[in-house]
């Protein structure tokens, strides 16, 4: 089984919808990440979470919201999806046992129409 | 601010030959440094990394890279390329305290022609 889930994998939508993408970790770490990833563009972080009450945001939170429920889970709202926010979706975890690396899912391609 | 450039977005090699993937960053102090390979539909999966030792480390799948501060550069290299190797290498960049906030580059994509 994989140490990072991510649901759904694949998600079309329509503007002004609200979606929800989560994630899973079997890992055991302490911190998760969303990251978007658009051609060209890289890896940009959207929010990072140290523990369930230590959300912070990353470089490009507009327009997105997270709730970590539990260690194990950490999940990326879009409260009203707008079609530029077509793009992969990874999680990922990490902490002290993985000495500063971190670890991703297998990513959620989201289209907003 | 951090920034980390992979000046190449596309590289072709045929299997068997050489490869070297070029990453360059800016930062003021000796960052830490990852390799990452994303393959086609997969998350991604880190090769290697660097945070300080031996600025010549050794990855999974073959690769290495080498950490040059003078260059401030940290370029992948494999000696024989496989057909599985194709796929899109991330170099990424972190502060030494504060590792939670990866840098990434736009990333490169290799093609393997057999």
């Known amino acids: 089984d994989a140490d990072v889930t991510q649901t759904p994998r694949n998600r079309i939508t329509k503007t002004g919808k609200r979606i929800m993408l989560e994630c899973s970790q079997t890992k055991g770490h302490d911190r998760m990440y969303w990251y978007r990833q658009d051609p060209g563009l890289g890896l940009r972080l959207i929010y990072y979470s140290f523990d369930v009450k230590d959300i912070n945001k990353g470089e490009i939170s507009d327009g997105y919201s997270v709730s970590r429920q539990a260690q194990a889970k950490f999940s990326l709202s879009l409260e009203s999806a707008i079609p530029n926010q077509t793009a992969l979706y990874f999680c990922a975890t990490s902490d002290f046992s993985s000495e500063e690396t971190q670890y991703f899912g297998p990513g959620t391609r989201l289209l907003v129409l | 601010a951090q920034s980390v450039t992979q000046p190449d977005i596309h590289i072709t090699v045929s299997e068997g030959a050489s490869l070297e993937l070029r990453c360059n960053y800016s930062?003021?102090?000796?960052?830490?440094l990852f390799w990452y390979v994303q393959s086609p539909g997969q998350g991604l999966q880190l090769l290697l990394k660097y945070f300080s030792g031996d600025t010549l480390v050794q990855g999974i799948k073959g690769f290495e890279a080498e950490f040059k501060r003078s260059q401030s550069s940290f370029n992948l290299r494999k000696p024989s390329v496989h057909w599985s190797d194709a796929a899109e290498y991330f170099c990424?960049?972190?502060?030494?305290?504060?590792?939670?906030?990866?840098?990434f580059g736009t990333g490169t994509r290799l093609q393997v022609f057999p």
């Open positions: 930062y003021g102090a000796t960052p830490y």
């Open positions: 990424a960049v972190a502060e030494i305290y504060n590792t939670d906030k990866l840098i």
